[in-house]
């Protein structure tokens, strides 16, 4: 039987089931993810969109679309953050501070070029995203 972790918004008004094994973990330094998590840096888990279910207060649920490439969702009542849909990637972001207790092991910085925040701490850093994921791949120093 596959694992499953539960996450909730700040305050519990709507909860997220994520099932299995993230697809990635990391560290995302993009503007846009610094401006909404008001964070010098986001960290993500990165989700099949079958793998995370929305088990309670989904009619609470917001969405905000500022390019076509993020749908973040948040809390309508507290306005805490839950997960962004990345419909071009065919994932979902389930901010690791959502769920606490699946073990963070990030793997990977993306959009290292924008940081604000040096992290030194051994992980590959891309400038934008994994070729795969429609970036350059290119790696940048640490």
């Known amino acids: ?9 700040f305050c519990g008004s709507v909860e997220v089931k994520v099932t299995g094994v993230p697809e990635g973990m990391g560290y995302c330094h993009c503007s ?47 306005g805490g953050h839950v997960m962004t849909n990345h419909p071009g990637m065919g994932l979902v972001d389930v901010y690791a501070a959502t769920i606490p207790d699946l073990k963070f092991e990030p793997g990977v910085h993306v959009n290292y ?3 604000v925040l ?3 701490d051994g992980l590959p ?18």
């Open 1 to 9: 039987m596959e694992r499953s972790y539960t996450g909730t918004c």
């Open 32 to 78: 846009s993810c610094r401006s909404w998590s008001a964070g010098p840096v986001n960290a993500f888990t990165l989700w099949k969109p079958k793998a995370v279910k929305v088990t309670k207060g989904a009619d609470h649920l917001g969405t905000y679309t500022k390019n076509p490439s993020s749908e973040r969702q948040f809390c309508k009542l507290c």
């Open 113 to 115: 070029a924008e940081t």
């Open 118 to 120: 040096h992290m030194k």
């Open 125 to 142: 850093k891309l400038r934008d995203f994994p070729a795969e994921l429609g970036g350059t791949g290119d790696m940048v120093a640490e």
